[in-house]
């Protein structure tokens, strides 16, 4: 993110998931649903979104994208 000019925005994303993966890397399914994890990351998504572009909906469709790639399904 750093390199295509971001890294402002998202100096505080590491806080604001901290619990969502264990100490290994992997997601922490015992202390939160994928599917929150999900829409906090798209609501972070569109923040950056609004403040690039003036725009959220640069980032629409993350949360079903995502969820749909995870779930085995194409589309």
Do not use: C, I, N, P
């Not at 725009?55 to 469709?61: R, V």
Request: charged content about 30%; aromatic content about 12%.
């Amino acid at each position: 993110m750093g390199r295509l000019g971001w890294g402002g925005h998202f100096r505080g994303l590491a806080s604001q998931l901290d619990g969502a993966f264990g100490a290994d890397g992997t997601f922490a399914h015992d202390r939160l649903r994928f599917v929150d994890f999900v829409d906090d990351v798209e609501e972070l998504l569109e923040e950056v979104a609004r403040q690039e572009r003036g725009d959220e909906e640069a980032a629409d469709g993350f949360e079903e994208y995502v969820l749909r790639h995870y779930a085995g399904h194409s589309g």
